[in-house]
């Protein structure tokens, strides 16, 4: 089998991925090792303007079932109360906020999409066997008989990619020695389609609106206190009604948590020969901001925007080197402003807190400041 290109990884990246290589007439062979297993996870995604504008370019943006579209975005520091609010809000700032969509309604539509695509094979339930990474291309060996060549393949294979591993490639890591608890929740009293975020001590608790009265949460814990029992699985709604002064009513679990450890990283090189790589597998943040997809829907827009450019012959081997230069360096600074937050939020003294307090308080008056921090966001954290 031949084709252009050759992505392994049917996630979110992935996909996407094929179906904006396919409207630049590429012809793409995707390898995914279990579909039914990666779609079985379904994670809560807040979606910047960037995102959405991409989704609707490759016409899958009005096919998501359930977007959220969120009116305001309410950030908290220790506890719930309006002095130490910075409020971020469409109708006042005249800006976007952003979306919350599930992942189960962004892969179904983007697996109908890819269905109908007489670019794209999608090949499930396949291993690779061996990689041949030449001046000439790739050739890859799967399920031990079949041998695929193409000129690149796109490594969309997550955080844990193999094809990394394979090649000795290192990621440069952040540990926030913090664990990430992700559960929904039902709540009473409605959430008015804004989401929250309060940052603790023990680290920042987002509140996603998922409709009315349900929110998605992202409990981080720092290690040290990941002991505490209002962390416990029967005691975290209480915990939450606590830190929200009540605000939501009664609160009910409605799934177990999920639990993932914290870690940021970089991978040190994005592209080796004719192999690249895309989203998690080249970048991981804390999901503090929300922004892992978003900032690999960035890697797609720029691997495209190249694809298209006619600088290059598509066979010239560095034909993709500005992407592996330009997304790591705005991936790497993505990575150091999302720790930088954290670190900061954290900070366990009085000095600090008082910094922070004064500091908040002084941007919630400044329109101008609010809403060149959501077009920030929007542009998915670049400074390009
Ligand atoms: C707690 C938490 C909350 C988050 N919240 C947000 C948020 O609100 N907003 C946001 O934008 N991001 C968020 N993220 C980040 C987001 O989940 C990731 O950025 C996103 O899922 C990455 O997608 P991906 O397609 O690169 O990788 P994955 O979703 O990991 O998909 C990888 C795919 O590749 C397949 N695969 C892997 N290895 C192989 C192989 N060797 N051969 C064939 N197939 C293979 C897998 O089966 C899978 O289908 C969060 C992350 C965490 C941990």
């Not at 393949?153 to 952040?174: A, P, T």
């Not at 900032?295 to 992407?323: A, H, P, R, W």
């Amino acid at each position: 089998m031949k084709a252009d290109v050759i992505i392994v990884g049917a996630g979110i990246i992935g996909m996407s991925l094929a179906l904006s290589l396919s409207k630049s007439n590429k012809k793409i062979i995707i390898i995914e090792k279990n579909l039914l297993n990666s779609l079985k996870i379904n994670r809560v995604y807040s979606i910047s303007e960037k995102t959405k504008s991409f989704y609707k370019e490759i016409n899958i943006w009005d096919n998501i079932d359930e977007v959220n579209n969120l009116e305001s975005m309410n950030i908290y520091y220790r506890n719930f109360n309006p002095k130490n609010l910075l409020s971020f809000s469409e109708k006042i700032n005249k800006v976007k906020i952003g979306y919350i969509a599930q992942s189960k309604n962004i892969s179904n539509s983007l697996l109908e999409k890819i269905k109908t695509d007489k670019n794209i094979s999608l090949l499930d339930n396949y291993k690779i066997n061996d990689i041949e990474n030449t001046s000439e291309g790739i050739k890859i060996n799967i399920n031990d008989c079949e041998c695929i060549e193409a000129r690149y393949l796109f490594s969309c294979e997550g955080s844990k990619s193999s094809i990394k591993r394979k090649l000795l490639e290192k990621n440069i890591y952040d540990d926030y020695n913090s664990k990430a608890l992700v559960f929904n929740i039902k709540h009473s009293i409605e959430n008015n389609n804004i989401a929250y975020q309060i940052f603790l001590k023990t680290g920042p608790v987002a509140f996603l609106p998922i409709s009315k009265n349900y929110f998605s949460m992202v409990v981080s814990i720092k290690n040290k206190y990941s002991e505490k029992k209002i962390f416990k699985e029967e005691n975290i709604a209480d915990f939450i009604k606590d830190i929200t002064n009540n605000k939501f009513g009664n609160i009910k679990l409605i799934n177990k948590p999920i639990s993932f450890n914290l870690k940021g990283f970089d991978s040190e090189n994005y592209k080796v020969g004719n192999i690249l790589f895309v989203g998690d597998s080249a970048h991981s943040v804390h999901p503090l901001a929300g922004m892992g997809l978003n900032l690999g829907i960035s890697d797609i827009i720029e691997i495209v925007n190249i694809t298209n450019s006619n600088s290059l012959s598509f066979n010239n081997k560095n034909f993709y080197s500005k992407y592996a230069r330009k997304q790591k360096i705005i991936n790497k600074q993505a990575r150091r402003q999302l720790k930088f937050i954290e670190k900061i939020y954290s900070m366990d003294n009085k000095l600090a807190e008082s910094i922070i307090k004064n500091t908040m308080s002084a941007i919630q008056k400044s329109g101008f400041v609010k809403k060149k921090i959501i077009e920030h966001a929007n542009n998915n954290l670049s400074f390009f």
